[in-house]
């Protein structure tokens, strides 16, 4: 069952190609990663979900219907490009964004200031924007976007120019979502997130779709790297893909760096040893990181930016 499916979604402006028929689901209650470098197709995608902007060619389902203003009501969205009226009050803004999606006054007033509450800001409820700190003024925004308590929460590069106090609270804000039964997607570049947060994500490369999965299934894709001190050339050991030499101490003790074939656990590796009965000094494994999986999905260029 999905909350949210794209089924062959295409959007080109005039020559762009800004999403070439993309395909995936986000799964209710799950938080997904949505990764891609600068122009990727995220916030193309993310706008076609919130109905801003429509497909070229292809379909999308969210919240059981097609999006459009139904959905819109259920669905919590922090846009890329972030910005308040200046002059309205913390209180008064995110009554603005609750009123937006179909909430009364009443109701986004209590849930406004349960927020600003949970968020220490409560003091400053009637404080103009423009009189708050720029940190105050996103937790208003992060606010202005969970107000509707949403079943879907669309987060677009949510994390990029937050202070750590504030990506903290972000996190936690998206485990609580979570936790009450929302899905949340969110876009970023940088990988830490995704491995503390997300239990599936896409790679989007140039608009197509490079990897959906989970986290440990896009580790899977690179070789483990295995440290061994041992006395014996381990290069032809079943599993190992490339054995290189990286030191010689003592008494014939080696050190080697092996990558390994991507089907075979560097446990496996160490059981062949043990039961050859081979002695070793240190046998250390290390898996690739998500950040690593990133660049060899998207190239190093597109990585970086
Ligand atoms: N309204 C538009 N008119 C023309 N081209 C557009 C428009 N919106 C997006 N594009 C183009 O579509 C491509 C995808 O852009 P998009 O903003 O979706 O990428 P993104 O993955 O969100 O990137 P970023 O991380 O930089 O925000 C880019 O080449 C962009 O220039």
Request: glycine share 10%; with cysteine.
């Amino acid at each position: 069952m999905s909350l949210l499916s794209m089924h062959d979604v295409r959007k080109t402006f005039g020559e762009i190609v800004a999403v070439d028929d993309l395909s995936f689901e986000v799964r209710p209650g799950e938080i997904f990663g949505f990764l891609g470098g600068n122009g990727a197709g995220k916030t193309t995608s993310m706008r076609m979900i919130l109905d801003i902007i429509r497909p070229t060619s292809g379909r999308i389902e969210v919240l059981g219907g097609k999006p459009g203003p139904e959905q819109g009501n259920r669905i919590g969205f922090l846009p890329e490009e972030r910005g308040l009226y200046p002059k309205m009050t913390a209180i008064e803004t995110i009554i603005f964004f609750g009123r937006m999606k179909g909430m009364t006054t009443g109701d986004a007033k209590r849930e406004g200031m349960a927020l600003l509450e949970r968020f220490e800001l409560a003091d400053r409820a009637k404080s103009a924007i423009a009189d708050m700190s720029k940190g105050m003024a996103q937790k208003v925004q992060l606010a202005t976007s969970i107000v509707n308590s949403p079943e879907l929460l669309i987060l677009d590069e949510p994390f990029s120019g937050l202070d750590p106090v504030n990506q903290q609270l972000l996190e936690d804000e998206i485990v609580r979502a979570q936790k009450n039964g929302a899905a949340v997607m969110f876009s970023t570049h940088v990988m830490q997130h995704v491995e503390r947060l997300c239990d599936r994500m896409l790679v989007l490369k140039k608009g197509k779709k490079r990897f959906e999965g989970t986290p440990d299934e896009a580790r899977e894709l690179l070789a483990t790297k295995v440290h061994v001190t041992a006395k014996i050339d381990p290069s032809s050991l079943g599993g190992v893909a490339s054995a290189e030499r990286v030191g010689s101490g003592a008494d014939g003790w080696t050190d080697w760096q092996l990558a390994l074939d991507p089907d075979i656990k560097a446990a496996n590796l160490l059981e062949q040893l043990t039961a050859s009965g081979t002695p070793l000094r240190r046998f250390d494994v290390h898996r690739a990181d998500l950040h690593d999986v990133f660049v060899h999905l998207v190239g190093e260029e597109e990585a970086a930016r």
